[in-house]
């Protein structure tokens, strides 16, 4: 059993700055974030490898969003900047159990928390 808690959310203006974090209650391999805007599919967002080694990135986040992790601590972040409107989202952090590599697909994950609301508005 695996629980994943994220933390973070709220509110900020556009070009601020905000940091996710997720505590993992077990085992975990690859770690991602996703997100939903209202009446949006869910999106794929950031991922990374097992030992954090490596991370790939959304188009619409590159450059701006970083993801991390601590393994010693079992936490998971996403420390995003330059944010716009539209990364408004509640903001999920996922975890796969076996699998150590970069993962893009939602189905590839076994557990997911809850979600942090994110919101970004003047």
């Known amino acids: 059993q695996v629980q994943l808690v994220e933390s973070g959310g709220g509110l900020v203006q556009p070009g601020g700055s905000l940091r996710l974090s997720c505590l993992a209650s077990g085992r975990t391999s690859a770690m991602a974030w996703f997100r939903r805007a209202p009446g949006k599919e869910r999106e794929f967002v950031a991922a990374i490898t097992k030992s954090g080694d490596m991370a790939y990135y959304a188009d619409a986040v590159k450059g701006r969003f970083t993801i991390s992790r601590d393994n010693a601590e079992k936490m998971l972040y996403l420390q995003m900047n330059s944010l716009k409107p539209e990364d408004t989202a509640v903001y999920y952090c996922?975890?796969?159990?076996?699998?150590?590599?970069?993962?893009?697909?939602?189905?590839?994950?076994?557990?997911w928390g809850q979600g942090t609301q994110v919101t970004v508005s003047s």
């Open positions: 996922a975890a796969s159990i076996l699998k150590s590599w970069l993962l893009i697909d939602g189905y590839d994950y076994d557990y």
